[in-house]
């Protein structure tokens, strides 16, 4: 028994550390590894290996040979390893934090979100692991700071190769769906099978050629087309995969002078409040005028095909310096395409402090006009690339991002409150509730409740990526709502920009990432113990 000593001391140590949460920064060999502290000379490990070679330890001479001493010594060190590494790993995974915290008052409605035999029936334990791993590493704040200047070096050098094939195996396999259409099959099939309706997405980032551009359309309108015959809602379409970025980013320039300062913009050409006191942006020259019709007809050719299907298109939110002149291009699209139905969502991202207004706003004109207003809400994708661009603009961009996490989730929940109201009136609106997070799910599904919207409203869907929130997509399926999981696929190359967001939203949103991780833990415990932890 003593010759196994140092080999029952690491694993003491590991179930120490499977007990104790890791703290952030502590050497992670220091627990998996504990008798590394036995190379220290005045300890009192080092004291009882220096026993190993003693006669008073082993009692003869043949067996207090160096030779003898060390052999056990590494059967000691191996069989403590064997135990060690496994149990460290588990270690590693284990989420931080206590039991999840449910309002009762929502408890026995929503029951289904914390029965994991039930959320996870479908998935393998090796599954699971493999989530709890990938949501791990995605939590460490330094792979999603330093990642990207990682890989970059490593191209220069030409070694991006072994980098490329490990993000292949974790982060691309967790977050994206596969890099070609091809690809999506299974995962179609599966979600389908369940209740749950795919979002086929081709994420890719800015295009910058005509023959992009038009190649780009093309695949849209092919997905709205396979969406439609496989019974899926949603086609998301990004507006600068389909137009120059740079000529959006002037448009916003000009709109946003315009609500400061007054003025006209008539065919893309701006005619400036002549009091004001401040000069107009350069204005677009013929040719860029002619570029700006030309992007709008290809958005309008997308939800022209999507019309008749059944199939709506999710414009995608963009970086703040792009994302006027997308909602004045929306708003153009939903008064000549929703007057029947809903056919464009625009996307409203509530971590900037004017998103909730501008919802209030567009319902009113939406209302007097006559047409659906589309709106998806989510708390927002970009929040690096804003903080960065405040920072760089200085005090005049001060005031459009949400102070805390606390002011994005009030204003989350009232603008789903605002438009679920619109629709309990039967107004002309229509949601698609894109959130991970539990809370302003079970807020939404309680308001619905109160309000009499059917579960299965047409009219009101929720989404989530996949790879993330899959406990809330299995749970609003299981209670009849209408639940959509969105499937990117994209070369791994054009998907790093996209991973980097999903691993900085995942950094910055540890609220909704950590609920996963102890749902997953407990349901691993379950199959293996018969019991949560």
């Not at 064997?82 to 309002?103: C, K, S, T």
């Not at 959006?248 to 002549?274: C, D, E, I």
């Not at 999507?306 to 909602?327: C, M, R, W, Y």
């Not at 589309?374 to 949400?402: I, S």
């Amino acid at each position: 028994m003593k010759l196994l000593r140092p080999g029952i001391r690491c694993v003491a140590g590991c179930a120490r550390a499977v007990v104790q949460p890791v703290p952030f920064g502590t050497p992670l060999v220091a627990n998996i590894f504990p008798f590394h502290e036995a190379l220290l000379p005045c300890s009192t490990e080092a004291r009882l290996l220096h026993r190993f070679a003693s006669r008073r330890f082993y009692g003869s001479a043949e067996d207090s040979s160096p030779k003898s001493s060390r052999r056990w010594l590494k059967i000691g060190f191996l069989l403590g390893g064997a135990i060690a590494l496994p149990v460290g790993f588990f270690a590693f995974l284990r989420p931080d934090g206590g039991a999840l915290e449910v309002d009762m008052s929502r408890r026995n409605l929503f029951t289904d979100f914390l029965n994991t035999e039930i959320l996870y029936h479908s998935v393998s334990t090796g599954e699971i692991i493999f989530t709890l791993f990938v949501l791990k590493l995605g939590s460490l704040e330094f792979l999603s700071k330093y990642g990207p200047g990682i890989l970059n070096a490593a191209e220069k050098v030409g070694l991006e190769a072994p980098l490329y094939y490990l993000i292949r195996k974790t982060f691309f396999k967790q977050f994206y769906a596969g890099e070609t259409y091809d690809e999506l099959a299974t995962q179609v099939q599966q979600l389908s099978s369940e209740g749950i309706y795919p979002i086929l997405d081709h994420a890719t980032e800015n295009e910058e050629s005509v023959a992009g551009w038009e190649a780009n359309r093309l695949l849209a309108e092919s997905l709205v087309v396979e969406s439609s015959k496989l019974g899926a809602k949603f086609v998301p379409v990004k507006v600068t995969q389909l137009g120059s970025a740079d000529l959006l980013r002037r448009l916003s320039s000009l709109l946003t002078y315009k609500a400061q300062h007054g003025g006209q913009m008539v065919n893309w050409a701006f005619r400036p409040n002549p009091a004001a006191t401040e000069p107009a942006p350069l204005e677009f020259s013929i040719d860029e005028r002619r570029d700006l019709d030309a992007m709008v007809k290809r958005l309008r050719s997308v939800c022209d095909v999507a019309a008749p299907t059944g199939v709506s298109v999710l414009l995608d939110a963009e970086q703040s310096l792009v994302q006027p002149a997308i909602d004045f291009i929306a708003m153009g699209l939903s008064i000549d395409c929703n007057r029947e139905r809903p056919v464009v969502y625009n996307t409203y991202q509530i971590y900037l402090t004017h998103s909730a207004r501008s919802l209030v706003y567009n319902l009113a004109v939406a209302k007097k006009n006559g047409f659906y207003l589309g709106a998806k809400l989510v708390r927002g994708a970009y929040l690096e690339d804003e903080r960065r661009l405040t920072v760089e603009r200085g005090p005049g961009f001060l005031g459009r991002l949400q102070w805390t996490k606390l002011h994005t989730d009030r204003d989350y929940h009232n603008a789903v409150k605002v438009i679920l109201t619109a629709i309990a009136a039967k107004e002309k609106a229509a949601v698609v509730i894109a959130t991970h997070n539990l809370e302003s799910v079970l807020t939404a599904g309680q308001f619905m409740r109160e309000n009499r919207i059917h579960a299965d409203s047409p009219n009101v869907h929720f989404a989530q990526l996949k790879g993330t929130g899959s406990y809330v997509t299995s749970g609003l399926c299981k209670l009849g709502f209408n639940a959509n999981m969105q499937l990117p696929f994209a070369p791994v190359k054009q998907a790093v920009p996209y991973l980097v967001r999903q691993m900085q939203e995942t950094t910055s949103a540890m609220s909704s990432t950590q609920v996963e991780r102890r749902l997953l833990w407990a349901e691993l415990w379950r199959r293996r113990f018969g019991f949560g932890s």
